[in-house]
């Protein structure tokens, strides 16, 4: 019954660090996406995977990579974090048939 | 690409009094339309969504409705209550058999005052 789990829940960067977000659901579902969120701003698509073996760009993939390891992971990668990627980053997955999201419980990110 | 607005940005009701959060979308082929509730510190949680194929849904005291010719839907919640003070997302995407790439509205603080 895990769902989605990310880790890790709170990490703090110095800039120029880089770092790599996971994220693994346990539902069979095909697709996977990377969110992040800032105050009053809502959600933003970062990179979304519709199945195994393909990623795509959302609408700030500026910063990020990701990598589809398998159907349960989907990971986010930061290369040289900067103080604009502060953020909490959520991880969601949706399957077959199943039109709404599953997300994750977020990773609060902080780069000074 | 899709963009979805949403007012107002926060609302305060009293308690037993209802709410209605508004929403438009920019792409006539968007064809699903989540709602989300987010409580302080939490993850965003589904609480309803509508296909556009239907015009109204309703669950207990929360009802969507969509307007597709006017690109406008809103969530109407009755009979507040305090548990429903929350920041809540609207959404849009195009579902089809692949990813369903759902762009949300930048959010509703909804506080209810006892």
């Known amino acids: 019954n895990a769902g989605v789990t990310q880790t890790p829940k709170f990490q703090v960067l110095k800039t120029g660090q880089s770092m790599t977000l996971q994220c693994a659901q346990d539902?069979?579902?095909?697709?996977m996406y990377w969110y992040r969120q800032d105050p009053g701003m809502g959600l933003r698509l970062i990179y979304y995977s519709a199945s195994e073996g393909t990623t795509d760009k959302g609408e700030v993939p500026n910063g990020y990579n990701v990598s589809r390891l398998n159907k349960r992971e989907f990971s986010l990668r930061l290369e040289s974090a900067a103080p604009s990627q502060t953020s909490v980053y959520f991880c969601?997955?949706?399957?077959?048939?199943?039109?709404?999201?599953?997300f994750g419980s977020g990773t609060r990110l902080t780069v000074v | 690409g899709e963009n979805v607005e949403q007012h107002p940005s926060t609302l305060s009701v009293q308690e037993g009094d209802s709410a209605v959060i508004k929403c438009t979308y920019s792409d006539s082929a968007s064809n699903y339309f989540p709602w989300y509730k987010q409580e302080l510190g939490k993850r965003p949680q589904l609480i309803i969504d509508?296909?556009?194929?239907?015009g109204e849904k309703k669950d207990q005291r929360i009802a969507v409705t969509l307007n597709k010719t006017a690109k406008h839907f809103s969530l109407h919640i009755t009979e507040t209550q305090p548990e429903d003070s929350a920041v809540y997302f609207c959404?849009?995407?195009?579902?089809?058999?692949?990813?369903?790439?759902?762009?949300f509205g930048s959010g509703t603080r909804l506080s209810i005052r006892p």
């Open positions: 539902m069979n579902h095909n697709s």
């Open positions: 969601a997955s949706s399957g077959q048939g199943v039109f709404g999201y599953t």
């Open positions: 959404a849009a995407s195009k579902r089809y058999s692949s990813a369903s790439k759902i762009i």
């Open positions: 509508i296909r556009s194929n239907v």
